[in-house]
Protein backbone atom coordinates (compact mmCIF):
# COMPACT_ATOMS: atom_id res chain seq x y z
CA UNK A 1 0.00 0.00 0.00
CA UNK A 2 0.62 3.61 -0.18
CA UNK A 3 1.09 4.55 3.16
CA UNK A 4 1.03 2.96 6.76
CA UNK A 5 -1.23 0.72 7.42
CA UNK A 6 -2.19 -0.61 11.26
CA UNK A 7 -4.58 -3.56 12.31
CA UNK A 8 -7.03 -3.88 13.61
CA UNK A 9 -8.41 -0.11 13.80
CA UNK A 10 -10.45 -0.95 16.91
CA UNK A 11 -10.06 -3.30 19.80
CA UNK A 12 -12.00 -3.63 22.46
CA UNK A 13 -10.44 -6.47 25.21
CA UNK A 14 -11.14 -7.38 28.55
CA UNK A 15 -8.95 -5.97 31.67
CA UNK A 16 -5.80 -9.09 31.94
CA UNK A 17 -6.01 -10.35 28.25
CA UNK A 18 -2.73 -10.07 25.91
CA UNK A 19 -3.26 -7.72 22.44
CA UNK A 20 -1.31 -7.51 19.82
CA UNK A 21 -1.21 -4.44 17.92
CA UNK A 22 0.36 -4.92 13.81
CA UNK A 23 2.25 -1.79 11.71
CA UNK A 24 2.61 -2.31 8.17
CA UNK A 25 5.55 0.42 7.36
CA UNK A 26 5.71 2.39 3.52
CA UNK A 27 7.93 -0.32 1.96
CA UNK A 28 11.20 0.52 2.28
CA UNK A 29 11.46 2.65 5.38
CA UNK A 30 14.00 1.92 7.67
CA UNK A 31 12.80 3.72 10.61
CA UNK A 32 9.93 2.67 12.50
CA UNK A 33 7.86 4.45 15.71
CA UNK A 34 5.33 3.69 17.78
CA UNK A 35 3.69 6.31 19.91
CA UNK A 36 0.26 6.54 22.31
CA UNK A 37 -1.94 9.22 22.31
CA UNK A 38 -4.76 9.15 25.07
CA UNK A 39 -7.26 11.76 25.51
CA UNK A 40 -6.75 15.07 25.90
CA UNK A 41 -2.82 14.23 25.67
CA UNK A 42 -0.08 14.44 23.74
CA UNK A 43 2.01 11.53 22.12
CA UNK A 44 3.94 9.80 24.55
CA UNK A 45 7.33 7.69 22.05
CA UNK A 46 6.94 4.03 22.90
CA UNK A 47 9.52 2.64 20.94
CA UNK A 48 12.02 3.14 17.86
CA UNK A 49 13.61 0.85 15.17
CA UNK A 50 16.15 1.97 13.20
CA UNK A 51 17.27 -0.81 10.35
CA UNK A 52 19.46 -4.04 11.98
CA UNK A 53 20.13 -1.16 14.89
CA UNK A 54 18.88 -2.34 18.21
CA UNK A 55 15.60 -0.63 19.26
CA UNK A 56 15.54 2.20 21.39
CA UNK A 57 12.56 0.65 24.55
CA UNK A 58 12.91 4.25 26.38
CA UNK A 59 9.56 5.03 25.97
CA UNK A 60 8.07 1.50 27.09
CA UNK A 61 5.64 2.40 30.03
CA UNK A 62 5.99 -1.51 31.40
CA UNK A 63 7.68 -4.11 31.15
CA UNK A 64 4.11 -5.39 29.92
CA UNK A 65 4.83 -4.06 26.90
CA UNK A 66 7.16 -5.70 23.90
CA UNK A 67 7.83 -4.81 20.24
CA UNK A 68 9.48 -6.50 17.48
CA UNK A 69 10.10 -5.73 14.01
CA UNK A 70 10.25 -8.73 11.82
CA UNK A 71 12.40 -8.60 8.59
CA UNK A 72 13.12 -5.22 8.98
CA UNK A 73 9.10 -4.14 7.66
CA UNK A 74 6.64 -5.01 10.41
CA UNK A 75 6.25 -4.90 13.66
CA UNK A 76 4.20 -5.68 16.62
CA UNK A 77 3.41 -4.11 19.83
CA UNK A 78 2.24 -6.51 22.26
CA UNK A 79 0.93 -5.57 25.46
CA UNK A 80 0.34 -8.30 28.18
CA UNK A 81 -1.93 -8.22 31.04
CA UNK A 82 -4.16 -5.31 29.74
CA UNK A 83 -4.94 -2.48 32.20
CA UNK A 84 -7.53 -0.08 31.56
CA UNK A 85 -4.91 2.90 31.77
CA UNK A 86 -4.11 0.91 28.37
CA UNK A 87 -6.81 2.60 26.68
CA UNK A 88 -5.80 4.30 24.39
CA UNK A 89 -4.63 5.23 20.47
CA UNK A 90 -1.95 3.49 19.41
CA UNK A 91 0.37 5.48 16.23
CA UNK A 92 2.62 4.12 14.09
CA UNK A 93 4.54 5.81 12.29
CA UNK A 94 7.67 5.24 9.68
CA UNK A 95 10.61 7.25 8.01
CA UNK A 96 12.61 6.55 4.76
CA UNK A 97 15.99 6.96 6.66
CA UNK A 98 18.10 8.80 9.33
CA UNK A 99 15.97 12.01 9.32
CA UNK A 100 13.11 11.14 11.98
CA UNK A 101 9.75 12.44 12.54
CA UNK A 102 10.61 15.26 9.84
CA UNK A 103 10.37 12.54 7.27
CA UNK A 104 8.02 10.15 9.13
CA UNK A 105 4.24 9.39 8.29
CA UNK A 106 1.69 8.20 10.47
CA UNK A 107 -0.76 5.41 10.53
CA UNK A 108 -4.40 5.71 11.16
CA UNK A 109 -3.46 4.32 14.78
CA UNK A 110 -5.51 1.44 16.44
CA UNK A 111 -7.51 2.44 19.23
CA UNK A 112 -7.34 0.57 21.94
CA UNK A 113 -10.55 -0.09 24.97
CA UNK A 114 -10.14 -1.81 27.77
CA UNK A 115 -13.33 -3.11 29.46
CA UNK B 1 5.72 21.40 34.55
CA UNK B 2 5.50 19.83 31.32
CA UNK B 3 8.39 20.09 28.98
CA UNK B 4 5.80 21.16 25.88
CA UNK B 5 3.11 23.02 27.01
CA UNK B 6 -0.41 23.78 24.62
CA UNK B 7 -3.73 25.11 25.00
CA UNK B 8 -6.17 22.16 24.42
CA UNK B 9 -8.67 24.63 23.34
CA UNK B 10 -11.26 24.11 21.86
CA UNK B 11 -10.66 27.39 19.84
CA UNK B 12 -13.47 28.30 16.85
CA UNK B 13 -13.50 30.85 14.52
CA UNK B 14 -15.14 31.97 11.76
CA UNK B 15 -13.88 31.26 7.60
CA UNK B 16 -11.51 33.55 6.37
CA UNK B 17 -10.07 34.55 10.11
CA UNK B 18 -6.37 34.35 10.98
CA UNK B 19 -5.58 31.20 13.68
CA UNK B 20 -2.67 31.69 15.91
CA UNK B 21 -1.62 28.50 17.95
CA UNK B 22 1.03 28.45 20.42
CA UNK B 23 3.31 26.17 22.11
CA UNK B 24 5.41 27.01 25.07
CA UNK B 25 8.31 24.58 26.31
CA UNK B 26 11.03 24.42 28.86
CA UNK B 27 13.99 22.74 27.27
CA UNK B 28 16.60 25.09 25.86
CA UNK B 29 18.36 22.49 24.26
CA UNK B 30 15.21 22.08 21.28
CA UNK B 31 16.44 22.47 17.89
CA UNK B 32 13.54 20.95 15.87
CA UNK B 33 10.57 22.41 15.51
CA UNK B 34 6.91 20.75 14.20
CA UNK B 35 3.42 21.60 13.50
CA UNK B 36 1.39 18.49 13.04
CA UNK B 37 -2.67 18.31 11.73
CA UNK B 38 -4.60 15.46 12.75
CA UNK B 39 -8.12 15.22 11.28
CA UNK B 40 -10.73 13.05 13.69
CA UNK B 41 -9.87 9.34 13.51
CA UNK B 42 -6.34 9.63 11.46
CA UNK B 43 -2.67 9.59 12.26
CA UNK B 44 -0.89 13.15 12.53
CA UNK B 45 0.63 14.60 8.96
CA UNK B 46 3.35 16.85 9.22
CA UNK B 47 2.43 20.63 7.89
CA UNK B 48 5.81 22.04 8.78
CA UNK B 49 9.04 22.14 10.54
CA UNK B 50 11.46 24.58 11.38
CA UNK B 51 14.93 24.32 12.94
CA UNK B 52 16.26 26.60 14.96
CA UNK B 53 14.59 30.28 15.29
CA UNK B 54 13.45 32.28 12.53
CA UNK B 55 10.35 31.68 10.58
CA UNK B 56 8.61 29.51 7.85
CA UNK B 57 6.19 30.10 5.46
CA UNK B 58 3.93 27.40 3.15
CA UNK B 59 1.29 28.76 1.27
CA UNK B 60 -0.98 29.67 4.27
CA UNK B 61 0.78 28.85 6.99
CA UNK B 62 3.56 30.04 8.80
CA UNK B 63 5.49 28.91 11.83
CA UNK B 64 7.28 30.60 14.09
CA UNK B 65 10.34 30.02 16.95
CA UNK B 66 11.70 32.19 19.29
CA UNK B 67 13.66 30.41 21.13
CA UNK B 68 15.03 33.26 23.36
CA UNK B 69 10.77 33.40 24.82
CA UNK B 70 10.70 29.25 24.31
CA UNK B 71 7.71 29.82 22.60
CA UNK B 72 6.88 28.79 19.34
CA UNK B 73 3.58 29.33 16.78
CA UNK B 74 1.32 28.73 13.75
CA UNK B 75 -0.63 31.00 12.10
CA UNK B 76 -3.08 30.22 9.27
CA UNK B 77 -4.55 32.99 7.17
CA UNK B 78 -7.55 32.65 5.26
CA UNK B 79 -8.92 29.54 7.23
CA UNK B 80 -11.28 27.30 5.85
CA UNK B 81 -13.77 24.92 7.32
CA UNK B 82 -11.55 22.00 5.90
CA UNK B 83 -8.69 23.38 8.01
CA UNK B 84 -11.22 22.05 11.05
CA UNK B 85 -8.22 19.63 12.29
CA UNK B 86 -6.45 18.97 15.98
CA UNK B 87 -2.92 20.86 15.50
CA UNK B 88 0.33 19.42 17.14
CA UNK B 89 3.27 20.89 18.44
CA UNK B 90 6.24 18.83 18.43
CA UNK B 91 10.35 19.73 19.26
CA UNK B 92 13.24 17.39 19.66
CA UNK B 93 16.83 18.30 20.50
CA UNK B 94 18.27 15.87 17.31
CA UNK B 95 16.38 14.95 14.23
CA UNK B 96 15.84 11.44 15.58
CA UNK B 97 13.24 10.01 17.59
CA UNK B 98 13.41 11.83 20.91
CA UNK B 99 10.24 14.11 20.27
CA UNK B 100 8.34 15.64 22.50
CA UNK B 101 4.34 16.81 21.33
CA UNK B 102 2.21 18.96 22.89
CA UNK B 103 -1.42 17.80 23.78
CA UNK B 104 -2.74 19.26 20.77
CA UNK B 105 -4.85 22.12 19.89
CA UNK B 106 -8.68 21.31 18.74
CA UNK B 107 -9.73 24.30 15.81
CA UNK B 108 -13.07 24.67 14.69
CA UNK B 109 -13.83 27.09 11.56
CA UNK B 110 -17.48 27.90 11.01
CA UNK B 111 -18.26 28.44 7.42
Known amino acids: GAGVSQSPSNKVTEKGKDVELRCDPISGHTALYWYRQSLGQGLEFLIYFQGNSAPDKSGLPSDRFSAERTGGSVSTLTIQRTQQEDSAVYLCASSPGYFGLTEAFFGQGTRLTVV | QKEVEQDPGPLSVPEGAIVSLNCTYS??????FMWYRQYSRKGPELLMYTYSSGNKEDGRFTAQVDKSSKYISLFIRDSQPSDSATYLC???????????FGAGTRLTVKP
Open chain 2, 90 to 100: AMSEGNNNDMR
Open chain 2, 27 to 32: NSAFQY
